[in-house]
C-alpha cells in the first residue's frame, strides 16, 4: 500500500500497524515544498502511555510558540526566524 495525502486518517495510522509496543510514535511527511510543507506526527497504543507522549510533543509545541514570541519582542525591527 503506498499512501498519499487523500488517504484518510484511518488509513494512516492501519498503515503504520508497527509490532506489539505499548505506544507507537510515527513522524511522516505528507508533503514537502518550500511553500508548503505538510508534517504529522501518529501517535498510536495504550491510552495513558499514549497520553503523556502527546502531553509532551503538546509541551514542546508550547516552548517553541513562547520562544518565538520572546524573540519577536526583543526584535523589533527584524521578524523571529524560529519556526512553530
Known amino acids: 500500500m ?20 505499548a505506544v507507537q510514535v510515527v513522524p511522516v511527511t505528507i508533503k514537502q515544498q518550500d511553500d508548503d510543507t505538510r508534517l504529522m506526527i501518529l501517535v498510536k497504543g495504550e491510552h495513558d502511555a499514549a497520553s503523556v507522549i502527546f502531553a509532551e510533543l503538546m509541551t514542546r509545541i508550547d516552548e517553541l510558540f513562547d520562544l518565538q514570541a520572546q524573540a519577536e519582542a526583543t526584535r523589533e525591527s527584524e521578524p523571529s526566524t524560529i519556526i512553530t
Not at 495525502?5 to 509496543?21: C, M, S
Request: no cysteine.
Open 2 to 21: 503506498s499512501l498519499t495525502p487523500e488517504n484518510t486518517v484511518t488509513e494512516f495510522f492501519e498503515f503504520f500497524e508497527r509490532g506489539e509496543n
